[in-house]
T-cell receptor, first 115, second 115 residues
Framework: AQTVTQSQPEMSVQEAETVTLSCTYD???????LFWYKQPPSRQMILVIR??????QNATENRFSVNFQKAAKSFSLKISDSQLGDTAMYFC????????????FGGGTRLMVKP | ETGVTQTPRHLVMGMTNKKSLKCEQH?????MYWYKQSAKKPLELMFV???????ENNSVPSRFSPECPNSSHLFLHLHTLQPEDSALYLC??????????????FGPGTRLTVL
């Protein structure tokens, strides 16, 4: 079974600064996908970024980028130029290539962006 | 209405009550999911329906009974619940289950309190 661990329950960052959220996972699979989801206070969860395990290049979506270290089973999310609207719960998630689109989530990190 | 909607947004019920949660997606998707989000546990997948057929039951107690009459609607029927079932219940949909490139779109959730 896969497990996903987010070791930072809460973090804060000043507006316009950069913050990195940590995520580690455990799997014996070689083909899989990793995701970061954002859940703002209004509670509707949205996908932030996706990384394929077979790709060495780190995924980037505007101000969001990941540092994917496959050997270390680490998948951190970097948010650059933090904005007040980035305040949310952030969930790291794992999907096995053969799991039928089943996501395994970490416990989440609550990020507060301060003005 | 657009995206994924859920009703009611809040529900308080006694342990002997019977109630139902409703989810509707307006995205033309064929897969729908129920997740449970508890305060102290990671988001847990409960059920998956793909083209109206249940493809995943993640060892959910029988007091939770899902129903998927068509690809646009998903229900979760609740009866004789326990206080530990109090949680945020999230519905999601995707184009089709089994493809990691089919992003899951989430609803806002129903906050359930069992007294």
């Amino acid at each position: 079974a896969q497990t996903v661990t987010q070791s930072q329950p809460e973090m804060s960052v000043q507006e316009a600064e950069t913050v990195t959220l940590s995520c580690t996972y455990d799997t014996s699979e070689n083909n899989y996908y990793l995701f970061w989801y954002k859940q703002p206070p209004s509670r509707q969860m949205i996908l932030v970024i996706r990384q394929e395990a077979y790709k060495q290049q780190n995924a980037t979506e505007n101000r969001f980028s990941v540092n994917f270290q496959k050997a270390a089973k680490s998948f951190s999310l970097k948010i650059s130029d933090s904005q007040l609207g980035d305040t949310a719960m952030y969930f790291c998630a794992f999907m096995n290539n053969n799991a039928g689109n089943m996501l395994t989530f970490g416990g989440g990190t609550r990020l507060m962006v301060k003005p | 209405e657009t995206g994924v909607t859920q009703t009611p947004r809040h529900l308080v019920m006694g342990m002997t009550n019977k109630k139902s949660l409703k989810c509707e997606q307006h995205l033309g998707h064929n897969a729908m999911y129920w997740y449970k989000q508890s305060a102290k546990k990671p988001l847990e997948l409960m059920f998956v329906y793909n083209f109206k057929e249940q493809t995943e039951n993640n060892s959910v107690p029988s007091r939770f009974s899902p129903e998927c009459p068509n690809s646009s609607h998903l229900f979760l029927h609740l009866h004789t619940l326990q206080p530990e079932d109090s949680a945020l219940y999230l519905c999601a949909s995707s184009q089709e289950a089994g493809d990691p490139y089919n992003e899951q779109f989430f609803g806002p959730g129903t906050r359930l309190t069992v007294l």
